[in-house]
């Protein structure tokens, strides 16, 4: 960060990322979702008051972001698979093509300018608004996960998706596991194994893609930022809580309030695109 910040401006954005790394741990833990949506848009903004620069500042926020949840998700795995709610044949079915996803991209993004990664947010992002304003848990398509090649070339989608948007997975996968039949808590913790595989390349892609890159703000491996990862270790705090209470209540109401701030996340990204 650059030394024209104030020490309480600086203050200010370490409070916003303290803040943010303990409410995705929570969200990661509670459904499934790796906290991504939560980190994505405050490191963008933290990226731009800190100065870096627009023509890598979404792609050094998407990297840090893999970066940032990747314990979280390992963790609340941890604790599902504990709980024996994870479909483990499930993530080594889909594990493969999820890598294959991640991998295309990881390709898109090192092509795609700063405009490209927000718009992609915009339309995934208002699809997952919908889903969790109009979406239910009953909603079923069929009673039995798709026969190949169908849960495999859903499960590439949503490695390239989950990778351009810099979240762990999850969002895209529990509507895809509840759809086809498996309840929500099974689907949540079986999510976690699929963010985990996400993670990994992911990670290792961005630091790659971004190697060498110019304009990359300090303490940074290609596109992740070291300096922004300090919050990982309190978002890996808060994971098991939201486990926990995933097994005790009913989350429609958190769903909503997530709905709305994804609602404005997207209003954020799409004014800068259109000003």
Known sequence: MHATISPEYLVALLALLAGAGLLAG?????????????????????????GVSEDVRMHVTLGTTLAVIAPTVFRSFSAFRARGTVEIDVVRRMAPWIVLGVIAGIVVAHYASSEALRWIWVVFGTALAAKMYLGRDD???????????????????????????????????????????????RAVGTATGIGTVIAVPGIAGYIISGWGEPNLPP????????????????????????????????????????????????????????H
């Not at 929570?26 to 800190?50: K, Q, R």
């Not at 705090?237 to 097994?247: E, F, I, M, Y």
């Open 219 to 274: 303490l940074s491996l290609g596109y992740v930022n070291l300096g922004a990862c300090v919050i990982a270790p309190l978002a890996v705090l808060t994971a098991p809580l939201g486990v926990k209470v995933a097994h005790g209540i009913s989350k429609r109401k958190l769903e909503l309030a997530f709905a709305v701030f994804i609602t404005t996340v997207v209003a954020r990204f799409l004014w800068t695109l259109l």
């Open 139 to 185: 909603w079923r398509i069929a009673d039995k996960l798709p026969r190949p090649p169908g849960l495999e070339g859903a499960a590439a989608i949503i490695g390239l998706i989950s990778t351009l948007m810099g979240i762990g997975g999850a969002t895209f996968t529990v509507p895809l596991l509840t759809l086809y039949g498996m309840p929500l808590l």
């Open 26 to 50: 929570f969200l990661s833990g509670l459904l499934g979702i790796g906290g991504g949506g939560v980190i994505v848009p405050v490191l963008y903004e933290v990226f731009g008051a800190a």
